[in-house]
């Protein structure tokens, strides 16, 4: 069934849960920053986490679909299975830093799958890389603008210092190389 604004109602299900999902995200990566004096990656991810939040926020703004987390303090959640989840990996993830970091890795290991290559919506939760067809259980989400942060170091940005992303892609060796942070 396709609403007034010309989604589906499935879809409109999808990016509601997608709202809270990305919420509980932020909301736990904060939650353990502030436990962990703002250890990384967890105060680096709560940025990018509110980014994806906001832009699934704008989105349901824009098709008039109820905001799930309206009203809602962090850390409660609309959905129960979510809810749920929070709960369980906040109180995992306060029995040690090393704990909090397996608990991150399960996060983000829950509904993502990386795929190298490029890629093209194929349809309602469907995404064609090369031959591969990938079909998303709940909702397909572009997470761009993602960026490496630099520590603020005098002269670092003009150095034109490598990130993840350089490192990645690169065909040759340096003759030098200087690992800063690498967390």
Known sequence: VVGSAGISDQVRADLAFARDEERVARDLYRAL???????????NIVNSESRHFDAVGVLLKRYGIADPSAGKA????????LQKLYDQWLAQGSASLAAAYRVGVELE????????????????????????????????????????ALPPIT???????????????TKT?????LVLGGG
């Open 155 to 169: 002269g670092l940005a003009d150095a034109r210092p490598w990130t993840n992303r350089e490192a990645t892609v």
């Open 33 to 43: 920053a502030d436990k962990y004096n703002n250890a990384r990656p967890f105060s």
């Open 74 to 81: 962090a850390g409660s959640y609309a959905n129960a299975e």
């Open 173 to 177: 060796v340096p003759d030098r190389l």
């Open 109 to 148: 290991q829950r509904d993502i799958a990386l795929v190298r290559g490029r890629g093209a919506i194929d349809g309602e939760r469907r995404v064609r890389v090369g031959d591969e067809v990938l079909v998303a259980r709940r909702a397909v989400m572009v997470a761009g603008g993602s960026t490496a």
